[in-house]
């Protein structure tokens, strides 16, 4: 079945620091998804990606689809105490109307 | 709007007993979901409905029922609840299951403990 790895599993980087975290599935994507879970909160929507070699920016936060739409990434220029969180993409496949989330990126934020 | 709201937040079973878990939305959304989190696994998806009286399993859907009798609302049921179910359990619901701008909306969650 269709799979999304998604490292690194932790990230530790001192405030200011950037942090990127990467999404790779098996199969080729429709659409992939990000998600930010603050802890001991619940996943809340960041972003979709539909088209192939797709960025897209939010404040500091950039994201990008690849060209063969196997891959993607987030990446967070000058981390803050606020960005701290578990990150999580989630892929789906045309044959399916279920995404595939990964297992997540737990960013950690040193002051 | 409220979104999506679960209930109980929180809970505590002997194993064995039975319990249901309600998700209700307010978006008109026609798919919902039932998640269970656990350290280090991510999101794992246990049942969904993609409309009113329709279910389907997910990944990992032993040891859980569901029903979906009203749009607004799924309902997600441990039978006998075992230890290993221990987890924190999330109701999603989305407009469409093909992507949508708006992504999935999360309730805040169950924090389910079987002893």
């Known amino acids: 079945g269709q799979q999304v790895m998604q490292i690194p599993q932790y990230q530790h980087v001192q405030e200011g620091e950037d942090f990127t975290t990467y999404c790779n599935s098996s199969t080729t994507l429709s659409n992939i998804q990000w998600y930010k879970q603050r802890p001991g909160g619940h996943p809340v929507f960041l972003i979709q990606?539909?088209?192939?070699?797709e960025v897209k920016k939010q404040k500091r936060l950039t994201f990008q689809f690849g060209e063969a739409k196997k891959n993607s990434s987030l990446h967070i220029t000058a981390t803050q105490t606020t960005d701290v969180g578990t990150y999580f993409c989630a892929g789906r496949t045309g044959g399916s109307y279920i995404p595939t989330f990964g297992r997540g990126t737990s960013l950690i934020v040193h002051p | 709007n409220a979104g999506v709201t679960q209930t109980p937040k929180f809970r505590v079973l002997k194993t064995g007993q039975s319990m249901t878990l309600l998700c209700a939305q307010d978006m008109n959304h026609e798919y919902m979901y039932w998640y269970r989190q656990d350290p280090g696994m991510g999101l794992r998806l246990i049942h969904y409905s993609v409309g009113e009286g329709t279910t389907a399993k997910g990944e990992v859907p032993d040891g859980y029922n569901v029903s979906r009798l009203k749009k607004q609302n799924f309902l997600l049921g441990l039978e006998s609840a075992a230890p290993s179910q221990t987890s924190v359990y999330f109701c999603?619901?989305?407009?469409?299951?093909?992507?949508?701008?708006?992504?999935?909306?999360f309730g805040s969650g169950t924090r389910l403990t079987v002893v």
């Open positions: 999603a619901s989305s407009p469409t299951g093909l992507g949508s701008i708006t992504g999935y909306t």
């Open positions: 990606l539909v088209k192939s070699g």
